[in-house]
Each structure stands twice: as C-alpha cells, then as structure tokens.
C-alpha cells in the first residue's frame, strides 16, 4: 500500500495489559512459585498438571476453532436464521435464545454454549443492531444453570454421578426438577433485568435479510468442523480429542483458502496460562488450610439446613477460587453415602459461579468470546444481577431437589 504525499503513517498500536490479563501472570507466576518453591509436591504438581493438560488442549483448540468458524461467517448465518425464525417479534426471540442455550447446554455441555452459542447470539445482535448485553449473558446464565440435568452437561456432573453410583438415567431422574426450576428462575430474571429494560419499541424489530458468506467453500468446511466436534461430543469421544479433530479439519481448509487469517495470536495464551496457574495454587491452597476451611463451611447438619448450606458453600467457594476446584474440595470431605448433600454441592458449584470471570471454564470462555468480538457488558449491572442469580438460583433448585428426595 503506498501512503499519499503528506499523510502521516499511523501511530503503532500500543499493547495495553487487561485486568485478566494481570490475573493471568499473576496466577502463572503464583502457580510456578508454589511448584519450583516445594510449597506443592513435586508428586501432586505431576499429578495436578496430568489433569489439566487435557483441559488446556481442549481450551486452545476449541477457542481456536470458534475465532476460525466466525471468519467463515458460520455465525452469522445462523444468527441471520434464528432472528428471521422470531418473525420479527422480541419476547419470540428471547425464548429462541433462551431455548437455544438450554438445549445446547443439557445435550452438548456448558462449555459448548460458551464458545459456539455466544457468538451466534454476538453476531444476531449486529445483525438487529440491537445492544449485544442481553444476548450475551443469555448465554453465559444459561451455560451456568442449564447444566446440571445430563452427567455430559458438565464434567462435575460426571464426577459428582461416579461418586453416588447413579446411572445416568437416574441421575437425570434425580436432577430433573432443580433443572426446570434452575431454567425457569434464570430465564425469569433474564427477562426483567435484561431483556426488558433494551426492548425495541412495539416490542418488535426488523427482521435481517438472508446473510451469504463471502467464501461459501470455507463457510462448509468450517460448518463442518463445528458438527463434527458436536457428534464427537454426542458420540462420547473425550472431548480434547473432539475439538483437537475439529480444528485440524478447520485449520486444513483455511491453509488452502485462506492462509493469510491465520496467525499465533489465535492461541488463547493467556487463558492458558491463567487455568494452569489456577489449579496449581488452588491444589496448594488445599495443603495450607483450604480442605479444613470447606469442612468447616460444610458442616455437620443433616435435611434440608444440610443440603442448603453444601450448596451455599459450592457457590461462595466457586466464585472464590473456580467451579471445579470447589467441587472437588467439597466432594472430598463429604462420604459417599451423603446423596443429597453431594447433589446440593454440585448445584452450588454450577449454578453458583456467574459473578467472577475466573468462577467457571464457560464463564471464563464466555469473557473470551466477548472479548474477541470486542463486546462490554456493563459490570457493575452483570456483577449484581449474576449474584442475585446465583443466590436465588442455588436455593431454589436446592429446594427442588429436597422435594424430589
């Protein structure tokens, strides 16, 4: 490109750190410290970094193969059909969105909601021209509280059924009301505090014309990737492999349409960094007084005082360090036979984590997708609603699951 005579060049583009992005290095540096300094084990820091190596592989590639399928305008094309399925009618669309992100979540898992659903929502949203916050936190509540029905929801799911010996059709069985009670108070607060408040006049908008991809050959390949990664998942491959699959199929079609689009800064790195640093200080904090503090917040009462205060604590722990964690420390110090309290946990560590960025792999996935499509939700209205959320969520769903033992 040449510059016309006189025309200043443009000033580069000066990297400013974010807040996550300091989190980020603060909790690599921590969780480096704790295992270079012997505060971990070198035993439990081999064992904690097997864990989480198959974790990272699936966050890399699957982020990788969301910012490669909206190159390809996948989103946008399903974003075009879904506000057209609407008939131009708001509350219509809110209950797409929200059914959507429920079926997504029960069948795939939460995860798959935070990285494919959300910008099909980002993309319908500058499409309709409407504010993009009441789409977007559809999909990271919904991620959050629709998945505790199906042990594939969510992998504390899987864990949680193990541990009680529940099959998982009696585990569904189990977990069926606090699900439609989970849904039903998430889609209810969805709609006062979001959706109503950026309804477009008449309570109608404009339906968007047809969107056409500008490379329909890479628009299938990448449409192709996204569905096999979904029957990965359906079929019950481990999920690394899934998106690990995915994205090589991806990656293949944009190396020969498109090679110019790909770059390193399509690796997450500072998600990376961020989840390995987390759990190696978390599994330290478990040496040095975090396992006796969740006993004590757990308790020892049994009924329906018992199954409340497992799911206060599941939520306040999750929020505190991470969903995963928090489970496993609960899970921990509770025996096997405690059902219902175990349960009451995990409704806590699902439901709970809304409020920090840091309080669920979809919460943290979420951030990045709306990060990447330059998307700012108001905090102060997100922070807020997400904990009333959480805190009527959690108890209403507890409640649901003492009626049903």
């Known amino acids: 490109m040449t510059l016309a005579v006189g025309t200043p060049p443009a000033p580069p583009v000066r990297w400013r750190p974010q807040p996550l992005d300091l989190v980020a290095g603060f909790l690599a540096v921590a969780g480096a410290a704790c295992a270079l300094g012997g505060l971990l084990p070198r035993a439990d820091t081999t064992a904690t970094l097997h864990r989480v190596l198959p974790l990272l592989l699936f966050l890399g590639s699957v982020i990788v193969l969301a910012e490669l399928t909206a190159v390809a305008g996948v989103f946008d094309v399903l974003a075009s059909r879904l506000a057209r399925a609407a008939g131009g009618s708001w509350a219509a669309l809110f209950l797409l969105c929200g059914g959507l992100a429920t079926l997504t979540t029960l069948v795939l898992n939460l995860d798959t909601t935070a990285v494919?659903?959300?910008?099909?929502?980002?993309?319908?949203?500058?499409?309709?021209r409407v504010p993009a916050a009441p789409l977007a936190v559809t999909t990271v509540w919904l991620a959050n509280t629709a998945s505790l029905l199906l042990p594939v929801s969510n992998l504390t799911n899987l864990l949680?059924?193990?541990r009680i010996g529940l099959a998982p059709l009696a585990y569904a069985a189990r977990m069926a009301l606090p699900q439609l009670t989970a849904v039903a108070v998430t889609l209810a607060l969805l709609w006062w505090a979001w959706w109503r408040r950026h309804r477009p006049a008449g309570g109608r908008f404009v339906p968007p014309t047809r969107h056409v991809p500008s490379d329909p050959v890479l628009h299938r390949i990448a449409?192709?990737?996204?569905?096999?990664?979904?029957?990965?998942?359906?079929?019950?491959?481990?999920?690394?492999?899934?998106?690990?699959?995915?994205?090589?199929?991806?990656?293949?079609?944009?190396?020969v349409r498109s090679p110019a689009t790909l770059r390193p800064g399509l690796v997450p790195l500072r998600l990376l960094?961020?989840?390995?640093?987390?759990?190696?200080?978390?599994?330290?904090?478990?040496?040095?007084?975090?396992?006796?503090?969740?006993?004590?917040?757990?308790?020892?009462?049994?009924?329906a005082l018992g199954a409340l205060r497992a799911g206060g604590t599941g939520a306040v722990l999750a929020n505190a360090v991470n969903n995963l964690p928090a489970y496993l420390a609960g899970e921990s110090v509770l025996h096997t036979g405690d059902g219902t309290r175990l349960?009451?946990?995990?409704?806590?560590?699902?439901?709970?984590?809304?409020?920090?960025?840091?309080a669920s792999l979809a919460t943290l996935l979420w951030f990045e997708r709306c990060r990447a499509a330059g998307v700012a939700v108001p905090v102060t209205?997100?922070?807020?609603?997400?904990?009333?959320?959480?805190?009527?969520?959690?108890?209403?769903?507890?409640?649901?699951?003492?009626?049903?033992?």
Do not use: H, K, M, Y
């Not at 922070?383 to 699951?401: C, M």
């Open 223 to 255: 449409l192709a990737g996204c569905l096999l990664f979904v029957a990965g998942i359906l079929a019950g491959v481990e999920i690394a492999l899934a998106s690990t699959v995915a994205v090589a199929v991806v990656l293949l079609g944009f190396v």
């Open 160 to 162: 949680a059924a193990d």
């Open 381 to 405: 209205r997100f922070v807020v609603t997400s904990v009333l959320l959480a805190v009527t969520g959690t108890f209403a769903a507890v409640g649901a699951l003492l009626v049903t033992s």
């Open 116 to 128: 494919l659903l959300t910008p099909v929502l980002l993309a319908l949203a500058r499409g309709l």
């Open 343 to 358: 349960l009451a946990l995990l409704i806590g560590t699902n439901i709970g984590p809304l409020a920090a960025p840091w």
């Open 273 to 303: 960094l961020f989840v390995t640093g987390l759990f190696l200080v978390v599994q330290t904090l478990g040496r040095f007084g975090l396992d006796d503090l969740v006993v004590g917040l757990l308790g020892t009462d049994g009924g």
